[in-house]
């Protein structure tokens, strides 16, 4: 049931357009996947993230197994029926979570070992147990399980984390999986490019249903990110989708794609709405600024977003001022439609063969607006 098919490359960039065809439904891409993290994109309903241009969402292994139990959402009838989303949805495997707690968790070749972040009860994640858990909450697309590391991690350190991560990646091949699932692989590396090509051919070698990169954008500098996806791509299969973890700024998505990603998950859009912050094409617009007070115009006037629709920058202003939870709906509506459009555009500029013109208008205005929020 799942199927990549590359519809046209660019010639001038390793940008490209591709489709895929999941049990759900097909996801046009370059294409952004919105997080529900918890089984919910917050602040959002099912009906408003199809409304915003959302085909597939991300949901997370690691918390829905902490809370409530891939064993209640099997019993639910699976992910989809359990959060009313009929679409097609990708589970990240939480190797990314379990690095986030720190002290709290140890990893062996076995697994990881951790504290629960809710209760601190202790707990072992295995790369057999991590499938056995997403074929409990069917997602269209599953990952293997990896191990992340920081930025700065030592080289001994990161060598250490790939070798798991390709070893549990074998691990996660074996594993059965639901008969509808698509399990992608992970390269990891950090930031040794030797280290990263040595990881990405491991893993394109393992002829997984699609290829991602994980580890990056974790703190390194932007241009460190596009140099190792550089050095990355290359080594994945063409005919396989690619998946950038993590990335969701429009500066960062359009250079990526340009570089031959296909697909993006990230939390920046409905985070930066929680904090009262809207994506605008100039940048990041910071709504509890003075100058908004009394602006009754919508956050882009050629936004074709509900919220831009609606509402004023003065009425959101005062929304956040005044800690509403109306606040975080509007803002993360408005977010998750600029960045969607973002990626339609993108798609449109790909079939008309005209890409990196339209990535090189977006790019060279991007960072305007929070320039002079600065000053």
């Known amino acids: 049931m799942f199927r990549f098919e590359l519809i046209k490359e660019s010639g001038k960039s390793s940008a490209r357009r591709g489709r895929l065809t999941t049990p759900h439904g097909t996801v046009e891409t370059p294409c952004f996947m919105p997080v529900g993290t918890q089984a919910t994109v917050k602040a959002m309903t099912p009906e408003m993230l199809k409304d915003a241009g959302a085909e597939m969402i991300l ?78 909450l069917g997602a269209d697309i599953v990952m293997a399980f990896d191990e992340c590391v920081p930025y700065d991690a030592t080289r001994e350190e990161t060598m250490a984390a790939m070798r798991h991560t390709n070893d549990w990646a074998a691990r996660c091949k074996k594993a059965a999986m639901g008969k509808e699932q698509a399990l992608f692989g992970i390269v990891q590396g950090g930031m040794y490019s030797d280290l990263r090509i040595e990881s990405a051919k491991t893993i394109a070698e393992m002829d997984f249903s699609g290829n991602a990169v994980g580890g990056l954008s974790v703190g390194e500098p932007k241009p460190m990110m596009y140099d190792l996806l550089d050095e990355i791509v290359p080594h994945l299969q063409r005919e396989k989708p690619r998946y950038l973890m993590g990335v969701g700024s429009a500066d960062n998505l359009l250079e990526s794609i340009a570089r031959g990603a296909d697909m993006f998950d990230c939390v920046l859009p409905t985070r930066m709405a929680r904090n ?30 509900y919220c831009c629709a609606h509402y004023s920058k003065a009425y959101l202003r005062h929304l956040v001022k005044a800690r509403e939870i109306l606040s975080h709906i509007l803002i993360t509506c408005h977010n998750l439609h600029h960045t969607l459009e973002l990626m339609r555009q993108a798609r449109a500029a790909l079939d008309e063969g005209s890409f990196e013109s339209f990535a ?7 960072g305007a607006e929070e320039e002079d929020q600065g000053r």
Not at 99 to 126: N, P, Y
Not at 293 to 300: K, V
């Open 360 to 366: 090189g208008r977006r790019l060279a205005v991007y």
């Open 276 to 305: 009262g912050t809207a994506l605008v094409k100039t940048g990041r617009m910071n709504l509890l600024n003075a100058r908004y007070e009394r602006d009754f115009s919508p956050i882009e006037e050629d936004c074709g977003c």
């Open 59 to 136: 949901a997370n292994t690691y918390h829905l197994y902490l809370r409530p139990g891939h064993e209640l959402i099997r019993e639910a009838g699976g992910l989809h029926a359990f959060m009313n989303w009929d679409g097609p949805i990708l589970t990240d495997s939480g190797g990314f979570q379990v690095f986030s707690l720190g002290e709290l968790r140890k990893v062996t070749d076995e697994g990881a070992l951790f504290q629960s972040h809710i209760d601190g009860s202790k707990h072992m994640l295995t790369p057999e147990y991590v499938m056995e858990i997403q074929r409990a």
